[in-house]
Structure formats: structure tokens, C-alpha cells
């Protein structure tokens, strides 16, 4: 199952498919997340901020596939 998953993901990669980097921690941007909740946050600094990714983003070729699906500070 692992190498059919390895080899599907190689192949993806391939044609354009890229995972977007973990955003924790940076500001919240909705050109690149989707905000599915808002919880107080921790700090002051942390207000606006991402503080948790329920779901990965991609990109294909440059142009959002999916938008990360984030948590952020109020």
C-alpha cells in the first residue's frame, strides 16, 4: 500500500501538484486559507495569526487547488 501511495504521490508531483508549506504561525491570508473556526488566542502577537491546520492546501501548476483549512486567533 506504501509504495502504491509513493508512486502515486511521485506522480502527482510530476504533473504539477505541490503541497503547501505548513502555515502555523503566520498571518492569516485569504488568498491562501480557508478559516473554519475562531478560538481566543494564546497571546496578544498571536491575534490573527494561524494557530492550527485541520487540512492541507495544494497547488497545481501554480494556482490554488485546494485551500488550507486553518484555526485562527481572535
Known amino acids: ?12 508531483e510530476q504533473k504539477g501538484l505541490k503541497v503547501m508549506e505548513s502555515t502555523i504561525g503566520k498571518t492569516f491570508d485569504v488568498n491562501e486559507h480557508e ?11 498571536m491575534r ?3 494557530l492550527d491546520e485541520t487540512e492541507r492546501g495544494y497547488y ?15
Open 1 to 12: 500500500v506504501s509504495l502504491i501511495q509513493n508512486k502515486l504521490l511521485h506522480t502527482l
Open 35 to 45: 478559516s473554519i473556526t475562531n478560538v481566543p488566542a494564546p497571546s496578544d502577537d
Open 48 to 50: 490573527g495569526k494561524v
Open 60 to 74: 497545481l501548476n501554480e494556482k490554488i487547488l485546494r485551500f488550507a483549512k486553518v484555526v485562527v486567533g481572535s
